[in-house]
């Protein structure tokens, strides 16, 4: 096999690859740098690239060779600019963050490099993650690799965009009201939302009460292979779940035969979207129905997720502008420091009440006697790179995130499927969304309907 050929190959694919001897980790490697060279400069998918890569994929080759291999040993990984790496900086997307390197890896990291992952750099986000244009005052606009006038989304924009470049299949990115999901949706793959808990973090960012960090790939298999390696309790994160490592393959090939599914049509407010959208939607339903599941009507009683979401966002966003000091603000997004300052005074009682909110939409979700969920993923497909997008919080509510929210407050796995192209030759997306703690429902249901498709 020709080193050429190793990007376009998946994680499972580039396992099998390594274990008949047909291709190695450095080789791999090589064919993924050399991709990234040739497509990154008009796409800027990458805050820095680790200088580290060649030795760890030396080291793997040789413990293929030595039969010593672990799950992911060898495997070309990304990693969000908001996660530690060590010897790396965590800027954050911002000219305001401290540029010299950590000296600890964040817990999923350290699993990643456990499970033998070959992490080949760090990708971009917007500014502390606060907005889904994928732009940032550091590393400048990143863009979507279907059609780069476009952006591929965010927050977890670079690692949208590397999946949908072929640079490298497994990514890592973080998701607080959308942004695993929604440049997922936008750049054709497949981004998961664990449930909250589910891969341990620390430190925790803007939005710690309910922010994950998750896999971004172009399979569902892959997705579930990567969760395996990041999930799992760490003490360091006062949130991860007290379970051990488990495999989140294990099941994937089930069906949905006899699995009640319910198609949400408002997620709290009055959501927006597109007949692609909903399109995608209806193509997901009449797949699973195909197969075996029975669909239910839902309408749960939800407070305004919408107006809840944009207090605990607005107030996070305020915290972490206010910790820089007024002076050195100057090179910081105009728009997020505007924002900070429009949420700067929100009272401890109406923080409250948003909180108290928030576990009023986890219950009404939690009450509904259903296996998993459809709803759209994204309002529209991808917008320009450059587009204006007015007031930030009606930004939010219609075109970044008013499908992703509601899951996020809940705490919800969630995951955004590609489902072909709308008429624009943009991708088009679903969201599949499951009770609390049901990550496996979700990557199976998910695995169906790709499965579906074809």
Not at 53 to 75: F, N, P, Q, T
């Amino acid at each position: 096999m020709d080193v050429n050929d190793a990007a376009a190959l998946d994680a499972a694919e580039l396992l099998e690859v390594y274990a008949t001897g047909e291709l190695t980790p450095l080789q791999a490697l090589q064919g993924v740098t050399e991709r990234i060279a040739r497509r990154n400069p008009e796409i800027n998918a990458f805050a820095t690239l680790d200088p580290g890569a060649l030795d760890a994929a030396r080291e793997s080759a040789a413990r293929w060779k030595a039969g010593r291999a672990r799950a992911l040993e060898g495997v070309p990984v990304t990693v969000k600019d908001l996660i530690d790496v060590r010897g790396l900086p965590t800027r954050r997307g911002s000219k305001t963050t401290d540029p010299a390197p950590v000296a600890r890896d964040a817990p999923l990291v350290a699993a990643l490099r456990a499970a033998g992952a070959v992490i080949i750099g760090k990708t971009t986000s917007t500014e502390f993650g606060w907005k889904t244009p994928g732009d940032n005052p550091l590393n400048g606009v990143t863009r979507n690799p279907w059609n780069v006038a476009h952006t591929p989304g965010g927050s977890s924009s670079g690692a949208a965009a590397a999946a949908a470049a072929f640079f490298g299949p497994l990514h890592v990115g973080t998701d607080g009201g959308g942004s695993i999901r929604i440049p997922a949706a936008w750049s054709g793959v497949v981004g998961l939302k664990p449930s909250f808990g589910r891969v341990p973090q620390w430190p925790l960012g803007a939005f710690g009460p309910v922010a994950v960090a998750g896999p971004i790939a172009r399979s569902v298999k892959d997705v579930a292979l990567m969760l395996s390696a990041l999930a799992g309790f760490d003490k360091a994160d006062p949130f991860s779940l007290p379970e051990p490592k488990r495999d989140f393959t294990a099941g994937l090939e089930d069906g949905v035969r006899g699995l009640r599914i319910g198609i949400l049509r408002a997620p709290g407010f009055e959501a927006p979207a597109d007949d692609a959208a909903w399109g995608a939607v209806e193509t997901a339903r009449d797949i699973l129905a195909g197969q075996g599941a029975e669909f239910v009507t839902i309408a749960p009683a939800l407070p305004d997720a919408g107006r809840i979401f944009a207090a605990l966002w607005g107030a996070g966003l305020a915290k972490s502008v206010n910790a820089v000091p007024e002076a050195d603000r100057g090179p910081m997004d105009a728009g997020l420091v505007a924002l900070a300052g429009r949420f700067a005074d929100l009272s401890a009682q109406e923080l409250l009440a948003a909180q108290a909110g928030r576990v009023e939409a986890a219950h009404a979700m939690a009450m509904l006697e259903v296996d998993a969920i459809l709803c759209p993923a994204v309002a529209h497909g991808a917008p320009l790179a450059r587009a204006e997008y007015g007031d930030p919080v009606e930004a939010l509510l219609r075109d970044w995130a008013p499908w992703t929210v509601l899951f996020s407050l809940t705490r919800q796995p969630a995951i955004a499927l590609p489902m072909g192209v709308d008429a624009a030759g943009l991708p088009t997306a679903v969201q599949i969304a499951a009770p609390l703690y049901r990550d496996d429902v979700v990557l199976r249901v998910a695995r169906a309907v790709e499965a579906g498709l074809g």
